[in-house]
């Protein structure tokens, strides 16, 4: 835990915007995996994965992450980098595998397409595939200095159409009909993700947060 707290310390100070994705999408990938009934030492093991999912971002140049579109080949080339980065410094601390192959594998998509292998379906370990849709959904709906979130409705069903190439279908749709029937509550309603996960809000509650998380 304490190797968790100086790694993620050391993105916030690097890299607040990444930092701040990494908390939802620990929140999120924590409510998916409740509904596919993990196990506690899974859940623990997802948590840690995901907080440190894109952990090789601090090895992206700022000005790549920051551009507001149209990366060249070549910066997109950088960017692809970042999970084989991670894993190689989170191997330094000694994590579970689990957790290393959450690192490696969250850009996997279930049709091959992904990077940095290509690998399909159940070769994509299963922890991977659960933040991989986490991942997809923030990336989707987060507020980012250069362009406006888009709407939960539209994110979920870019993720329903999706199903089976990008995501995992089954927990892809146990997402959604989590969403649909009103069940637990995997992600913030718009106005909360206006005010509360703004980053000064956020700020504000940051230890309470990751103390929730890191459990
Ligand atoms: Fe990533």
């Not at 080339?77 to 970042?82: D, E, T, Y």
């Not at 994110?155 to 199903?163: G, H, Q, S, T």
């Amino acid at each position: 835990m304490e190797i968790l707290k100086k790694l993620l310390k050391m993105l916030r100070e690097t890299d607040p915007e990444t930092y701040f994705h990494t908390l939802r999408v620990t929140k999120v990938s924590a409510e998916i995996g409740e509904l596919v009934r993990l196990s506690a030492r899974e859940q623990g093991l997802l948590r840690c994965g995901a907080m440190l999912h894109d952990l090789g971002k601090l090895f992206v140049p700022k000005v790549i992450l920051e551009k507001p579109s149209g990366l060249t080949e070549a910066e997109y080339g950088i960017v692809k980098k970042h999970p084989e980065t991670g894993v190689t410094m989170a191997k330094e601390f000694h994590l579970p595998n689990e957790v290393l192959e959450i690192i490696l594998y969250h850009h996997e998509r279930v049709n091959g397409k992904g990077y940095p292998y290509g690998l399909k379906r159940d070769e994509i370990p299963h922890l991977a595939r659960i933040v991989s849709i986490a991942d997809a959904f923030d990336a989707m709906t987060s507020d980012r200095p250069y362009r406006r979130p888009m709407s939960t409705e539209k994110a979920v069903k870019i993720i329903e159409e999706n199903l089976g190439t990008q995501f995992d279908s089954e927990y892809g749709s146990l997402f959604i009909q989590s969403l649909a029937g009103g069940g637990k509550k995997c992600w913030l309603s718009k106005k909360e993700s206006r005010t509360a996960m703004s980053f000064n809000e956020f700020a504000m509650n940051r230890d309470t947060f990751v103390n929730t998380l890191i459990q």
